[in-house]
């Protein structure tokens, strides 16, 4: 069975930074792709970043302030948030891909942890 479990959110005032990490156990971690999705109030979950062994995507509205990366020898994927806007604040999901490559869809993600929050300030 595989677990999927974030942590490292939190308050941050706007133009701060935080990390975000989540740990996957349960299958070989760097066969995997592994993506960020975030959940504002009132409002439907949405692709954040995704990562697989060569490749990243970011949605429009977090390239360029926020970094995905992993390290496969702690099974471990990684979450740079920087300059960090209100409208970031949401819950941050962690998921692990069906495959290898790395997509946007969140119908190709199978396993997700239970959310970090993210909170910014103005």
């Known amino acids: 069975q595989v677990h999927v479990v974030e942590s490292g959110g939190g308050l941050v005032q706007a133009g701060g930074s935080l990390r975000l990490s989540c740990t996957a156990s349960?299958?070989?971690?760097?066969?995997?792709?592994m993506g960020w999705f975030r959940q504002a109030p009132g409002k439907e979950r949405v692709f954040v970043a995704s990562?697989?062994?060569?490749?990243?995507y970011y949605a429009d509205s977090v390239k360029g302030r926020f970094t995905i990366s992993r390290d496969n020898a702690k099974n471990t994927v990684y979450l740079q948030l920087n300059s960090l806007k209100p409208e970031d604040t949401a819950v941050y999901y962690c998921a692990g891909h069906r495959f290898g490559w790395a997509s946007v869809l969140e119908s190709d993600y199978a396993y997700w942890g239970q959310g970090t929050q993210v909170t910014v300030s103005s």
């Open positions: 990562i697989s062994y060569s490749d990243t």
């Open positions: 349960g299958r070989t971690f760097s066969r995997y792709a």
